[in-house]
């Protein structure tokens, strides 16, 4: 094929800047509709009637619908259209945070939640197709990454800042209404600026038997990971719950290695890009999710912030992190390539980690805990897309979504397992009994600690980055991808 007429990516736009830009505001809704609860969370306390215990679903319950379908929703993004799927997404979040707002009682809000979890494993998987097949490889696709990221990193900014300005001035609720016109943004956005969805007239049937094993065993396991801190690690519901989430995961692989068009093919487990990027992100999502309680904690059990202070204090890790997305990862990228950008962040992550634990003190302000703040947002901000960056290099792209389906949902997974186990470093040395007072010292010993730990483990894991092919070496060697080369890699000719 002439590399002066190479063949368009599918669904590729003719102005591909405005396609990044709304892509990217997408990513924006998810990572708002992710964050901006966390302010609101002690007046929804107050004002639905969640007990201080239960509060934490508020949270949890978008982690399960999330986790537990992120595998399904990849796979109808390859099958059923990135397009429909993104659609169906946002009208999701939409009619959920609808349902949200308007929740007079916990049962209600917690299912309005998982139902944005639900948008969410649609969503994520659907914008990650579009990047993976609308845009050439190289510069180009690095950049539109790099943009995606940015929408994610600022998502965090905004849904601090307006999720404490909304519910000061208006109330809980409309953290869950402003969702509602973003979302009808971008639907019209979708129509206008994406083409349609290819109909590629393939009749075979889908993997029920692997959908229904993959989302019952990804919603059982993150659902007992998150439950354990609450109900106890020994309880009977917690094992039970776990355990039937390993044996219907056992289930799943042996049903998949059988079936004839799998939801997951197994050789999707032999791509080195795709494994090494998930095993990445099970470290990097448990440090990161501890490293937002600890310093949250922090901010206001040990500081005494508000939570609109805590989520102002927020702010210069979330810019940083945008800078991180936006400019440093482009220029590691293209000086050491992916296993570098994977390497460096991951090692920095760790390594704020370690900063945040020497600083950290009953009388420490926030200026101090900063150089820890502004290296874990760069760093975080610059790891983040390179993960779906490696995730994506080797699968083709009828695989793109499933391949980032199984990312993200390591990233659940590895986000709950890291958190619980970290938590339970923090908590070792205070007593735990209802009514137990514990001092500040005490409290504070245990945040460093679990910082430290968690610190040393990021950097120990900064060393799979090494198993990613070189830039070089990946382009030479064939057996790199399994797929037969797509449009896009006709331009690296």
């Given amino acids: 094929m002439s590399a002066e007429a190479p063949a368009r990516p599918v669904g590729s736009p003719r102005r591909p800047g405005v396609k990044m830009a709304l892509l990217a505001f997408c990513m924006l809704v998810f990572s708002v509709d992710y ?45 059923l259209g990135a397009r429909r799927m993104l659609v169906l997404a946002l009208a999701l979040y939409a009619l959920a945070s609808t349902a949200g707002g308007l929740a007079t009682e916990p049962g209600l809000l917690v299912a309005a939640r998982v139902v944005q979890g639900l ?127 390993l044996v219907l995961g056992v289930a799943f692989f042996a049903v998949e290695a059988k079936a004839a068009d799998p939801l997951a093919p197994p050789r999707l487990f032999g791509y080195r890009g795709l494994l090494t990027a998930m095993l990445i992100i099970f470290v990097f999502q448990g440090a990161i999710n501890t490293l937002h309680y600890l310093f949250f904690i922090q901010l206001q059990d040990v500081l005494g912030y508000s939570p609109l202070e805590a989520g102002l204090a927020f702010l210069p890790m979330s810019a940083v992190a945008m800078l991180g997305s936006g400019k440093l990862l482009p220029a590691v990228v293209k000086r050491w390539g992916v296993r570098g950008a994977l390497f460096s962040g991951l090692t920095g992550v760790g390594a704020s980690m370690i900063v945040l634990s020497l600083t950290m003190s009953t009388d420490t302000g926030f200026l101090p805990l900063l150089p820890a703040v502004l290296l874990w947002g760069l760093f975080a901000g610059m790891i983040y897309p390179a993960m779906f960056m490696a995730a994506g290099s080797d699968a083709a792209p009828d695989e793109q979504g499933v391949a980032s389906g199984l990312t993200q949902t390591s990233a659940q997974i590895g986000g709950a397992v890291g958190m619980a186990l970290l938590i339970a470093v923090a908590n070792a040395g205070l007593d735990l009994n209802e009514g137990a007072a514990n001092s500040v010292g005490d409290v504070v010993d245990g945040l460093r600690l679990s910082a430290l730990t968690g610190g040393i483990a990021a950097v120990a894991g900064a060393f799979l980055a090494f198993r990613i092919k070189p830039p070089r070496a990946a382009r030479q060697d064939g057996s790199a991808t399994e797929a037969p080369p797509e449009p896009e890699t006709v331009h690296s000719a």
């Fill in 119 to 245: 948008g969410g494993a649609l969503l994520f998987p659907a914008t990650l197709s579009l990047i993976n097949t609308g845009f050439e490889e190289g510069p180009v696709r690095n950049r539109a990454y790099a943009v995606w990221g940015t929408a994610g990193a600022s998502g965090a900014i905004i849904g601090s800042l307006v999720g404490g300005l909304l519910t000061d001035y208006l109330g809980w609720a409309w953290v869950f209404f402003v969702n509602v016109p973003l979302c009808v943004l971008a639907v019209a956005g979708c129509y206008a600026w994406l083409a349609p969805d290819a109909r590629s007239g393939d009749s075979r049937a889908f993997d029920v038997h692997g959908a229904l094993l993959a989302t019952a065993a990804s919603t059982l396991l993150v659902y007992g990971l998150i439950n354990g801190p609450e109900a106890g690690w020994s309880s009977a519901r917690t094992l039970t719950t776990i355990a039937v989430g």
């Fill in 35 to 79: 964050n901006i609860v966390y302010v609101a969370l002690p007046e929804i306390g107050r004002e639905v009637g969640f007990s201080a215990q239960s509060l934490q679903w508020v949270v949890s319950a978008y982690s399960v619908g999330l986790g537990g379908a992120l595998l399904l929703g990849g796979r109808a993004v390859d099958r």
